[in-house]
């Protein structure tokens, strides 16, 4: 038996020469769609139905395009990566779709790029690549990062990596998570847990490594900015609509939010027209803080597993 399977995922996309010899041993027939972030889901109502399967990246899976994938063929979603917050799980689970992630991965990728976010922020580094490419000798005060404190939104995996490698620096942390830390890593690191606002009052550099959920859509909000520090620096390596790019435009002018690393936003792929665009204090990233050889090739194969395994569980289900 063979199965159709529509691939999303950039990272994937990007590799699937890689995988052809998987494909073809699990008799995969792939779509690959030239894709810039994801799909629209207008785009996915058009096509869903001719999909036994998807791998999908950051795609809206909404009740509609569920619903139109099970009047078809659709029988498992497969997310390439972590965060499941684009899928309708409800939805599926309902209509009797599959859907998995891959749990546990990119911490390290993506706690390397926060932290070079973060001495960007302190030392200004770009700010001096580009004088100089320019002819020009800036001379810029950075601030020392040993000392400061570090605000961790999400002690999970990755926000757990981000903590290690801000402790090494000399950092004093605090985390927020609405699920309690692991002990021994709070005394490992010397991370203190603590509630959301103490962390945006006390913190110096405030990161968001957190899922996205229904309760926290713009979490950082006009009111959360006011709680902060005047000063300080903010890096988002999550997800976009954790923050209210409005509020933070304000807070932007105010100088409450002194400077700004964007790896998501809350629309994607970024649009010119963004007023961030207009924030020399603002470094813009392209959602891609997970975008390792190593990693991509890694969940490449987790996710084509769980593909076929719930491919399998579900032709099964359908011939009893």
Known sequence: MSWKVLISAPPMLMTLEECKERFKQENLEIVAPKIKQQLSETELCNIIGDFDGVIAGDDPFTAKVIAIGKKGKLKVLAKWGIGVDAIDLEAAKNLGIYTSNTPNVFGDEVADVALGYTILLARKLHKIDAAVR?????????????????GIIGVGSIGQAIARRFQV????????????????????????????NYLLSNADYVVLACNLTPNNYHLLNETAFGNMKTGVSLVNVARGPLIDEK???LALDSGKVAAV???????????LENPLVNYPQVILGS??????????????????DNLVRDLKKATIGFQK
């Open 134 to 150: 320019k002819g020009e000798w800036l001379k810029i005060q950075g601030t020392s990062l040993k000392g400061k404190i570090a």
């Open 287 to 304: 959602h891609n803080s997970s975008n390792t050889r190593e990693a991509v090739l890694k969940v490449n194969q987790m996710a084509i």
């Open 261 to 271: 690393a964007l790896d998501v936003f809350e629309s994607e792929p970024f649009n």
């Open 247 to 249: 509020a933070l435009i």
């Open 169 to 196: 620096l000399g950092m004093s942390l605090l985390g927020y998570d609405v699920h309690p830390i692991n002990t021994s890593f709070c005394q490992e690191t010397r991370l203190k847990q603590v509630e959301l």
